[in-house]
């Protein structure tokens, strides 16, 4: 089945550690983003990449850094700049011409701070 | 710029009850718009788009939206509400900027009582 995997499902991180969310697509889609999502706040763009080995930041990106080594891959750092970590973390994909394309998004991950 | 609007955070209706989720987009040309859905703990699922064809828009689970350019709406129904319809449900517009990403609605609780 094609689709879109993160892990894990649920991650803890402790004070001044940086962890990494995996997020995997197996669509062929050109395009992956990350999104951050708040109680009542909807979702904010944290990163997205249309190519292999680019990506441009969204609007919450202070904290955050990623990397699109492969066209299936696109994982999310949450370093210990970002204060404010706790979330559920989505990832997403599409195919086709910006602004046109349609969203995929895998099943998240719980972020939370020990 | 675009937005969206999403007017009342929590809705409740009966069992067999129209639904009625509301949204409103702001955006500078024309739109691409969604409806997504969340259960507790899991990521979104698509429900429709409007990708400049029909106005009106048919989904999955029985929902379907219209798009009113006059009143810049897109608005969720449902003729008849079931249990397990209770979910989150966003809106998202896409629009041919050059930027990828969509901009999500804060979001609707349906809540459906027996």
């Known amino acids: 089945d094609g689709g879109i995997t993160q892990s894990p499902k649920y991650l803890f991180r402790k004070e001044g550690q940086n962890v990494t969310l995996s997020c995997e697509q197996n669509l062929n889609h050109d395009a992956m983003y990350w999104y951050r999502q708040d109680p009542g706040q909807g979702l904010r763009l944290i990163y997205y990449?249309?190519?292999?080995?680019?990506?441009q930041k969204g609007d919450i990106a202070e904290g955050y850094s990623v990397s699109r080594e492969k066209k299936e891959s696109f994982p999310l750092t949450v370093t210990s700049a970002q204060k404010n970590p706790t979330a559920f973390y989505l990832c997403?994909?599409?195919?086709?011409?910006?602004?046109?394309?349609?969203?995929?998004f895998g099943p998240g991950t719980r972020l939370l701070v020990l | 710029a675009q937005s969206v609007t999403q007017l009342g955070s929590h809705v409740s209706v009966s069992e067999g009850a129209l639904v009625l989720l509301r949204c409103n987009y702001s955006?500078?040309?024309?739109?691409?718009l969604f409806w997504y859905v969340q259960y507790p703990n899991q990521g979104l699922q698509l429900l429709l788009k409007y990708t400049s064809a029909a106005t009106l828009v048919k989904g999955i689970n029985g929902f379907e939206a219209e798009f009113k350019k006059s009143e810049t709406s897109f608005h969720l129904t449902k003729p008849s509400a079931h249990m397990s319809d209770a979910a989150e449900y966003f809106c998202?517009?896409?629009?041919?900027?050059?930027?990828?990403?969509?901009?999500f609605g804060s979001g609707t609780r349906l809540q459906v009582q027996p």
């Open positions: 997403a994909s599409s195919i086709g011409q910006a602004g046109k394309e349609t969203q995929y």
């Open positions: 998202a517009v896409s629009a041919d900027t050059g930027r990828r990403a969509l901009t």
């Open positions: 990449s249309q190519i292999v080995n680019d990506f």
């Open positions: 955006s500078s040309v024309p739109p691409y």
